[in-house]
């Protein structure tokens, strides 16, 4: 079994940062894809950012430039460090590991960006 926790919740204004983390705990082998998604109030969940496990990265035209994935192997954990953020990045943010072959998604972490 397969555990993410994920942290950095908070409460921003704009023009600031936050770093989300997400730790994969329990019976892992491999890990391939890491990505972190987000969820706003009454919108369907989209894509933020992927890496691979070569370490290629893949973002949303919204985030491009503003934010950064990455993984750090070594501790199974992803990385989503967020500046310049605006009111429109507010929503529940979760991260998605995939390991050994199935995917496994975070609690969600709300991030809320005030204006």
């Known amino acids: 079994q397969v555990q993410l926790v994920e942290s950095g919740e908070g409460l921003v204004q704009a023009g600031g940062s936050l770093r989300l983390s997400c730790a994969a705990s329990g019976t892992i082998f491999t890990i391939n894809g890491m990505g972190w998604f987000r969820q706003a109030p009454g919108k369907q969940r989209e894509l933020v950012a992927t890496?691979?496990?070569?370490?290629?990265?893949a973002y949303a035209d919204s985030v491009k430039g503003r934010f950064t994935i990455s993984r750090d192997n070594a501790k199974n954990t992803v990385y989503l460090q967020m500046n310049s953020l605006k009111p429109e990045d507010t929503a529940v943010y979760y991260c998605?590991?995939?390991?050994?072959?199935?995917?496994?998604w975070g609690q969600g972490t709300q991030v809320t960006v005030s204006s």
């Open positions: 890496t691979s496990s070569g370490g290629s990265t």
């Open positions: 998605r590991i995939i390991v050994d072959s199935k995917v496994y």
